[in-house]
T-cell receptor, first 109, second 113 residues
Framework: GIQVEQSPPDLILQEGANSTLRCNFS?????LQWFHQNPWGQLINLFY???GTKQNGRLSATTVATERYSLLYISSSQTTDSGVYFC???????????FGKGTKLSVIP | SAVISQKPSRDICQRGTSLTIQCQVD?????MFWYRQQPGQSLTLIAT?????????ESGFVIDKFPISRPNLTFSTLTVSNMSPEDSSIYLC??????????FGSGTQLSVL
């Protein structure tokens, strides 16, 4: 199956700083999504982005499908951005999403 | 989007017993999945819950241990059978909506003593 690698595994930011999270995948994908798991465990869907660029407030994401990676940008980080960010993908002919190991983000005041 | 109600939210169980987790969705969905998240780990897909037929299990998961029912397009249950401490995890119900976005319930935190 598709392999998903996320980096960095851990990230500590000062409030107000910007960050870039990366997701590499091993094969072509028909679905790629970014999730935020907050400290209480709830998973929130941030982006559905198998290709191209999207923005939602302070968050934006870019997927370069031909080069098999996706980036999640967080600008002007806030303490509420803390948690784990997961990238998940599925390949051609599949609906089942495979998750990366996540990036644990801690934003300190 | 989809609103997913999952219960119980948490439970503490004795080894050797079974627990059934319920997942209710506010709209009809074709694709429904069950994931497991072990402490400090990522999410691992257990199975795809198929309406009206047997679930499709991923490698390492078997029906005898994790029986799944899907009687209609809005409801599913996952049973964790003959539990051991290694089954202590968060179990998550999820659905894929028509625009191919995946949404999750709030999860069931299971502790097995």
């Amino acid at each position: 199956g598709i392999q998903v690698e996320q980096s960095p595994p851990d990230l500590i930011l000062q409030e107000g700083a910007n960050s870039t999270l990366r997701c590499n995948f091993s094969d072509s994908v028909n679905n790629l999504q970014w999730f935020h798991q907050n400290p209480w465990g709830q998973l929130i869907n941030l982006f559905y982005i198998p290709s191209g660029t999207k923005q939602n407030g302070r968050l934006s994401a870019t997927t370069v499908a031909t080069e098999r990676y996706s980036l999640l940008y967080i600008s002007s980080s806030q303490t509420t951005d803390s948690g784990v960010y997961f990238c998940a993908v599925s390949g051609a002919g599949s609906y089942q999403l495979t998750f990366g190991k996540g990036t644990k983000l801690s934003v300190i005041p | 989007s989809a609103v997913i109600s999952q219960k119980p939210s948490r439970d503490i169980c004795q080894r050797g017993t079974s627990l059934t987790i319920q997942c209710q969705v506010d709209s009809q969905v074709t694709m429904m999945f069950w994931y497991r998240q072990q402490p400090g780990q990522s999410l691992t897909l257990i199975a795809t819950a198929n309406q009206g037929s047997e679930a499709t299990y991923e490698s390492g998961f078997v029906i005898d241990k994790f029986p799944i029912s899907r009687p209609n397009l809005t409801f599913s249950t996952l049973t964790v059978s003959n539990m051991s401490p290694e089954d202590s995890s968060i179990y998550l119900c999820s659905v894929l909506t028509g625009n191919e976005k995946l949404f999750f319930g709030s999860g069931t935190q299971l502790s097995v003593l």
